[in-house]
């Protein structure tokens, strides 16, 4: 059983990961900025955070507390473009503004702007503990033995059986059967586990420059590939390997919405409760 915050951000969320579904896969992290309605320049964070479970951190530049303020009021404007201006902004801008964030969800008694604010820190959170965590190579291949010269010891390599369009692999020019002996000059290890060499990969995020040491046609040759992200196509569905790295990115950030969006303040007595609250299947 997963527990997400509310029925309507779980079915909300698989309805914005199937338009997903339809986009092409992306390469390298982008330079996101946001700009609030007063026209202050917010800068958001270009590099995945290290932490999975983001601390709340007053924000004590006045002229910053202003602008994201601004942006949060932005949440309840009767214009619908507003509205999503300031949801977008936010989401980029979500590790900043979570003191708001929480504050403006335990008080606010407009229904919607609570669930605007669930939607963007569900999208935000899987965004930052799973999309932007693991990098994407785009290939397929079958584990065979290799040996580095004759009668010497047999490990296995990945050899290339195709070539996805449009990734990473394909702008390194990795080629059918290409033999991948190595990534950043350190042997592959046993891939008698057909999800060893994934796993090779996954422990870099999306924009990583690697060394992939390779054998085409006799020949030792080392290409370097900027790893892009994972095709949203190629997760949402249970069958595919990495969808358990994204049920418990969805674990996670359960545990951590509510411990710091439904929990009580320390300095209130009352408990807080939460109607909205719903346990999903996940069969």
């Not at 079915?11 to 946001?34: D, F, K, N, Y």
């Not at 949440?75 to 509205?83: E, G, K, T, V, Y």
Request: net charge negative; charged share 25%.
């Amino acid at each position: 059983m997963l527990r997400r915050p509310s029925k309507s951000v779980a079915v909300q969320t698989l309805a914005w990961l199937a338009l997903a579904a339809c986009l092409p896969a992306e390469g390298v992290i982008p330079e996101a900025r946001a700009q609030d309605p007063a026209g202050a320049n917010l800068r958001t964070d270009d590099a995945p955070p290290a932490s999975l479970d983001p601390e709340l951190r007053p924000v004590t530049d006045p002229r910053r507390r202003q602008a994201l303020e601004n942006l949060i009021e932005q949440l309840a404007s009767p214009s619908f473009d507003r509205r999503e201006q300031a949801s977008n902004s936010l989401r980029r801008l979500w590790r900043e503004a979570l003191p708001l964030l929480v504050e403006e969800y335990r008080t606010a008694g407009d229904l919607e702007v609570r669930q605007r604010i669930e939607q963007l820190v569900f999208e935000a959170y899987i965004e930052n503990a799973f999309w932007d965590r693991y990098g994407f190579l785009g290939i397929r291949h079958a584990a065979v033995p290799f040996q580095d010269r004759p009668g010497g010891p047999t490990r296995y390599a990945a050899r290339v059986s195709e070539v996805v369009s449009g990734t990473a692999a394909e702008v390194a020019n990795l080629q059918l059967d290409d033999l991948i002996i190595a990534f950043n000059d350190e042997p592959l290890p046993v891939l008698t586990d057909p999800q060893a060499f994934g796993e090779c990969i996954r422990k870099f995020p999306p924009g990583t420059k690697i060394r992939i040491t390779i054998v085409r046609r006799n020949e030792l040759q080392v290409v370097s590939a900027t790893l892009g992200r994972w095709p949203r196509q190629q997760v949402v569905s249970p069958g595919q390997p990495v969808y358990s790295l994204l049920e418990e990115a969805n674990h996670q950030f359960a545990a951590w919405w509510t411990r710091n969006f439904e929990a009580p303040p320390p300095s209130s007595a009352a408990p807080m409760t939460s109607s909205k609250a719903a346990e999903v299947s996940t069969d």
